[in-house]
């Protein structure tokens, strides 16, 4: 069974930073992509960031210049450095594992994050 492992999550003021974690076997890892996607109340889950095997990033429009994903290949860890937080990151974040749109999905169990004014 696929495990995602996530952590960092929390409580933090606008302006803040929070950094998240998530770890997985090194058998997904080495060929997946990673991402992380968040999902609010009342809102679809939406793409947050994602890096692919070979290290190539896309952030979302709403975080660029705020998030930054990363992969740590010695620990099989994705990151998602997070600054200069606002209270519309409110949400929970999960950790994804892919193959891409036509292959496998493997999701963490989620991460609450949320800001305070």
């Known amino acids: 069974q696929v495990q995602l492992v996530e952590s960092g999550g929390g409580l933090v003021q606008a302006g803040g930073s929070l950094r998240l974690s998530c770890a997985t076997s090194?058998?997904?890892?080495?060929?997946?992509?990673m991402g992380w996607y968040r999902q609010a109340p009342g809102k679809q889950r939406e793409l947050v960031a994602a890096?692919?095997?070979?290290?190539?990033?896309n952030h979302a429009d709403s975080v660029k210049g705020r998030f930054t994903i990363s992969r740590d290949n010695a620990k099989n860890t994705v990151n998602l450095q997070m600054n200069s937080l606002k209270l519309e990151d409110t949400a929970i974040y999960y950790c994804?594992?892919?193959?891409?749109?036509?292959?496998?999905?493997?999701w963490g169990q989620g991460t609450q994050v949320t800001v305070s004014s």
């Open positions: 890096i692919t095997s070979g290290g190539g990033t």
């Open positions: 994804d594992a892919n193959s891409g749109p036509f292959g496998y999905h493997y």
């Open positions: 090194k058998s997904i890892f080495s060929r997946s992509t």
